[in-house]
Nanobody, 116 residues
Framework: QVRLVESGGGLVQPGGSLRLSCLAS????????LSWYRQAPGRERELVAT??????NYADSVRGRFTVSRDSAKNTVYLQMNSLKPEDTAVYYC???????????WGPGTQVTVSS
């Protein structure tokens, strides 16, 4: 079965950086769409970044500041976050979608807090 576990969250000052990791098991990266979502209190969960074989996509709010990547040998997806803003404060979730079945799997999330 698919299992996703995020790590790397924490407290950072505005303008700082964090790198989130998502360790995945039970999936093949080449057959999956891998994404990062986030959810702030009182707001709906939103798509932040996506990576697949054909390339990457980013939400307008993070484009130029965040970079998503994957390492198939380590079964890990990363989200490098630079120039962080208070508006980036949220729980960040890793998601994997099978390209054939469209079945989704989610990690439990990791908290990112941007505050001075």
């Amino acid at each position: 079965q698919v299992r996703l576990v995020e790590s790397g969250g924490g407290l950072v000052q505005p303008g700082g950086s964090l790198r989130l990791s998502c360790l995945a098991s039970g999936i093949t990266f080449s057959l999956s769409t891998l994404s990062w979502y986030r959810q702030a209190p009182g707001r709906e969960r939103e798509l932040v970044a996506t990576i697949r074989n054909s390339g990457t996509n980013y939400a307008d709010s993070v484009r130029g500041r965040f970079t998503v990547s994957r390492d198939s040998a380590k079964n890990t997806v990363y989200l490098q976050m630079n120039s962080l803003k208070p508006e980036d404060t949220a729980v960040y979730y890793c998601n994997a979608r099978n390209l054939l079945s469209q079945a989704n799997a989610w990690g439990p999330g990791t908290q990112v807090t941007v505050s001075s």
